[in-house]
């Protein structure tokens, strides 16, 4: 009888650290929060790993562009368009590619921007390293840049991207 009172104890005491720690989930993004400093710091980490796992885990850009990018979107990838459409059309097409891998996904926030540092590989097509970087108002996203590079397996360094 302890014992299961102990398991029972754990359990609402597991149950409560994590309400307590775990940020609350974002419904919507925010473009004019009422918050600031740190805790408009701890909401955008927050929304840029939720971004994350929508867009690169789940694959479904059309759900992470309506969830964290509201309006205008500024698009810097020499290759593509600015705009939340032409980026959700887009990104789509790529994302949902058969045999597409993303691995080593890593996502933070901070000074009013998320990151996103990752490898994407296509086998026979490509293997390279990403880094995203979306720029915040409040916590949505309205500005995108990002870095490809490719992975030979020749690389120096072996402690090369990650």
């Not at 810097?76 to 597409?100: D, K, Y």
């Given at each position: 009888?302890?014992?299961?009172?102990?398991?029972?104890?754990?359990?609402?005491?597991?149950?409560?650290?994590?309400?307590?720690?775990?940020?609350?989930?974002?419904?919507?993004?925010?473009?004019?929060?009422?918050?600031?400093?740190?805790?408009?710091?701890?909401?955008?980490?927050?929304?840029?790993?939720?971004?994350?796992?929508?867009?690169?885990?789940?694959?479904?850009?059309?759900?992470?562009?309506?969830?964290?990018?509201?309006?205008?979107?500024?698009?810097?990838?020499?290759?593509?368009?600015?705009?939340?459409?032409?980026?959700?059309?887009?990104?789509?097409?790529?994302?949902?590619?058969?045999?597409?891998?993303?691995?080593?996904?890593?996502?933070y926030a901070g000074g009013g921007f998320g990151h996103l540092h990752f490898r994407e590989t296509l086998p026979g097509e490509f293997?390279?390293?990403?880094?995203?970087?979306?720029?915040?108002?409040?916590?949505?996203?309205?500005?995108?840049?990002?870095?490809?590079?490719?992975?030979?397996?020749?690389?120096?360094?072996?402690?090369?991207?990650?």
């Amino acid at each position: 009888m302890l014992f299961l009172c102990l398991v029972s104890l754990l359990a609402a005491t597991s149950s409560l650290a994590s309400i307590l720690t775990d940020p609350e989930p974002i419904k919507q993004c925010n473009l004019r929060p009422s918050i600031r400093g740190v805790t408009l710091q701890e909401k955008q980490d927050a929304a840029v790993k939720d971004f994350a796992q929508i867009f690169l885990v789940e694959k479904d850009p059309k759900k992470a562009w309506d969830k964290y990018v509201p309006g205008e979107y500024i698009e810097h990838n020499p290759n593509g368009l600015s705009g939340r459409e032409n980026a959700i059309t887009f990104l789509t097409g790529f994302i949902q590619t058969p045999g597409l891998t993303i691995t080593n996904l890593t996502a933070y926030a901070g000074g009013g921007f998320g990151h996103l540092h990752f490898r994407e590989t296509l086998p026979g097509e490509f293997d390279r390293v990403i880094i995203d970087r979306l720029r915040f108002v409040g916590t949505c996203f309205v500005e995108h840049w990002d870095v490809a590079q490719d992975v030979t397996g020749d690389e120096t360094n072996p402690l090369a991207w990650f």
